[in-house]
């Protein structure tokens, strides 16, 4: 039996070359931005370490997803619906905090967030709908009810505790339905809802919010032994966000200029920091691993890693990052272009979207453009089962180049 390396890795081979540079560029860049949890952990190698086992676990999920026949991708439409309706509900009430948002579930050691599940559940079922109601002028009027029926209240369980990741999911549920020729009208009444609850949301934030709302503290009493003792806990109401969402929102349309010898590092430290990194690259770089502002830099590893990325390798090497994002949403292109059924062409444009506007919104943040968001870079930055999760994403678009039925090309005679 001969072995061959493409009886594995199959599918579309440009796909592949994007997620091996990205999981490239992660492991080295992630490995130098991983200073404070070196420090922290004791262990040189221990964050990098279980990073890179992310990565093999990832590609290993992307290599038995493609193997899987995307057509049968809808059969999996139920179950994920009940589970992620179910974790998202569960997170809301029971959700482990970080940083005062309570997205993480913990099961058998493992946390990870089920809005990366349901991401990719929105998507499968936006896919599903537009294409079984697919008419010649377009899609029946009835799927945009469907969709928003699904959509809009797992979207709300999501951005009580995540905002940015709901909006992400609000974008591309629209762009497939754009892609999926939804009328126009409905769109703009989309649009309109969104201006709406926009506005609406902003008026609640200024309304209910209060600046120190995320350091609030509840204080309860327990009885041990008799001796009342006191414990102080994060507020956990609904609403405890909005003074987060509030400052944010003020920061980015009240920014003014500062002097550098008045500027509070304190206060701005993830900004200024970036802003450092950023002018400290020289435009050519510091050279992998030569990063300073990874020592001082919160989330440098994470959310900021895009700032790393600049600092150490400089405009070329960020190029390089946007780049392959750009040739990911291409080749989806391609791939949906080719395929005869809606479905796949739908799903794969669909992921594709969201790992690529995630990385847009991350890039935004890290440069300054849009204000602080708690959104990794997809397949770069060091993550827990989002790892996991979005080289899946990438199985599912490997499977449907691999699986779908190719549209018949027609030669002219």
């Known amino acids: 039996m001969n072995f061959k390396v493409g009886n594995i890795f199959k599918g579309d081979k440009v796909i592949w070359m994007v997620l091996l540079l ?21 262990n040189y190698l221990g964050p990098i370490s279980g990073h890179v086992g992310k990565i093999i676990m990832g590609v290993g999920a992307s290599i038995v997803i493609l193997n899987i026949p995307c057509r049968y991708f809808k059969l999996f439409t ?42 990719g559940t929105m998507v499968l079922v936006t896919a599903q709908i537009l294409s079984a109601m697919q008419r010649e002028d377009g899609a029946d009027r009835r799927a945009f009810k469907y969709i928003l029926i699904i959509v809009l209240p797992m979207t709300l369980l999501i951005g009580l505790e995540n905002l ?41 934030i200024y309304t209910l919010g209060s600046l120190d709302d995320s350091s609030k503290e509840v204080q309860s009493e327990s009885v041990v032994n008799g001796v009342v003792k006191k414990e102080n806990k994060k507020n956990s109401s609904p609403l405890h ?21 008045d500027y509070d590092l304190d206060k701005d430290a993830q900004v200024a920091h970036a802003n450092i990194a950023i002018v400290g690259s020289n435009i050519i770089g510091r050279g992998p691993g030569q990063s300073v ?16 990325i600049i600092e150490e390798l400089g405009i070329i090497g960020a190029t390089v990052v946007v780049f392959l994002y ?30 690529v506007i995630q990385a847009t919104f991350n890039m935004l943040v890290a440069v300054g453009i849009a204000p602080v968001t708690g959104q990794p870079l997809p397949l770069i930055s060091r993550g827990g089962t989002s790892t996991v999760i979005n080289c899946a994403y990438i199985g599912a678009i490997l499977s449907v180049s691999r699986s779908a039925k190719k549209r018949a090309v027609k030669i002219a005679v």
């Open 22 to 42: 990205l999981c490239i560029i992660s492991i080295i860049e992630v490995f130098s931005a991983s200073s404070s949890l070196t420090y922290k952990s004791q």
């Open 78 to 119: 139920p179950f994920m619906l009940a589970l992620s309706g179910i974790m998202l509900l569960w997170v809301l009430f029971f959700g482990e905090k970080t940083n005062d948002a309570g997205r993480w579930i913990s099961l058998f050691g493992i946390q990870f967030q089920p809005s990366e599940i349901a991401k």
């Open 164 to 204: 940015s990741t709901a909006v992400l999911i609000l974008a591309v549920i629209f762009l497939m339905m754009f892609i999926g020729r939804i009328p126009m009208s409905q769109l703009g009444k989309f649009m309109g809802l969104g201006i709406l609850f926009i506005g609406l949301f902003i008026g609640s």
């Open 241 to 261: 966000r909005l003074g987060t969402w509030k400052a944010r929102i003020d920061k980015k349309l009240n920014s003014k200029y500062v002097a550098p010898e």
């Open 293 to 308: 502002e990874r020592d001082f830099l919160p989330q440098a590893f994470s959310d900021f890693i895009f700032v790393i």
């Open 326 to 355: 750009i040739v990911l949403l291409y080749r989806a292109a391609r791939i949906a272009s080719r395929c005869e059924n809606n479905f796949p062409a739908f799903l794969v444009m669909g992921l594709a979207l969201m790992l």
